[in-house]
C-alpha cells in the first residue's frame, strides 16, 4: 500500500483501517472461543440430580434435570462419539413449552434427523466415551432409586 501507486489515498487508508478491524475482530472470536479453556470452564458437571452444562452464547450454565430424563445412549456419527439423551414424555413437554417458536421447530428436526432432542459430544474429552456413558447411566439409575 505503502509503494503502490495506482490506489488512491482513500483507498490506502481504507485498507489499513479494514486490517486492523478485521485483526481485531478474528482475535476476538479466538479469545472467544478458547474462553472456556482459559477461565478452565468445564464442558459439564455431572451433579447428584442433574448434568450441568456451560452455554457459550447464553454466557451462564444449563442444567439438564434427571427427572426429565429418561435414559442415555451411547452412539457415534461419522466418528463423532455422541451420547443421546433420551428425554421422558413429561421433560420432552417441559422443553417445549419453555422454547420459542423458533426453538421448537430446531427441536422437531432434530427428533427426526436423530431420533432425540439433544446430545452430548464425548468424542473430544480426554476420558473415553464408553466410561462418561457408565458414570452417567449410574448417576441416573442412582437418582430413579
Same mark, same amino acid.
Given at each position: 500500500?505503502?509503494?503502490? %501507486?495506482?490506489?488512491?489515498?482513500?483507498?490506502?487508508?481504507?485498507?489499513?483501517?479494514?486490517?486492523?478491524?478485521?485483526?481485531?475482530?478474528?482475535?476476538?472470536?479466538?479469545?472467544?472461543?478458547?474462553?472456556?479453556?482459559?477461565?478452565?470452564?468445564?464442558?459439564?458437571?455431572?451433579?447428584?440430580?442433574?448434568?450441568?452444562?456451560?452455554?457459550?452464547?447464553?454466557?451462564?450454565?444449563?442444567?439438564?434435570?434427571?427427572?426429565?430424563?429418561?435414559?442415555?445412549?451411547?452412539?457415534?456419527? %461419522?466418528?463423532?462419539?455422541?451420547?443421546?439423551?433420551?428425554?421422558?414424555?413429561?421433560?420432552?413437554?417441559?422443553?417445549?413449552?419453555?422454547?420459542?417458536?423458533?426453538?421448537?421447530?430446531?427441536?422437531?428436526?432434530?427428533?427426526?434427523?436423530?431420533?432425540?432432542?439433544?446430545?452430548?459430544?464425548?468424542?473430544?474429552?480426554?476420558?473415553?466415551?464408553?466410561?462418561?456413558?457408565?458414570?452417567?447411566?449410574?448417576?441416573?439409575?442412582?437418582?430413579?432409586?
Amino acid at each position: 500500500m505503502a509503494i503502490g %501507486k495506482s490506489w488512491s489515498y482513500f483507498h490506502d487508508i481504507f485498507m489499513g483501517v479494514a486490517g486492523i478491524v478485521l485483526f481485531i475482530v478474528g482475535l476476538f472470536m479466538i479469545m472467544y472461543i478458547f474462553y472456556s479453556y482459559i477461565y478452565h470452564i468445564p464442558v459439564f458437571e455431572i451433579c447428584e440430580d442433574r448434568i450441568r452444562t456451560y452455554s457459550l452464547f447464553k454466557n451462564k450454565h444449563v442444567d439438564l434435570m434427571f427427572e426429565d430424563v429418561e435414559n442415555f445412549q451411547l452412539y457415534s456419527y %461419522k466418528h463423532n462419539k455422541q451420547i443421546r439423551i433420551i428425554y421422558t414424555k413429561s421433560g420432552y413437554s417441559k422443553l417445549v413449552e419453555k422454547s420459542g417458536i423458533v426453538k421448537q421447530k430446531l427441536i422437531k428436526f432434530n427428533v427426526g434427523l436423530t431420533g432425540t432432542v439433544g446430545s452430548i459430544n464425548v468424542s473430544n474429552m480426554s476420558m473415553k466415551p464408553k466410561e462418561i456413558y457408565a458414570i452417567l447411566t449410574e448417576q441416573l439409575r442412582k437418582y430413579k432409586e
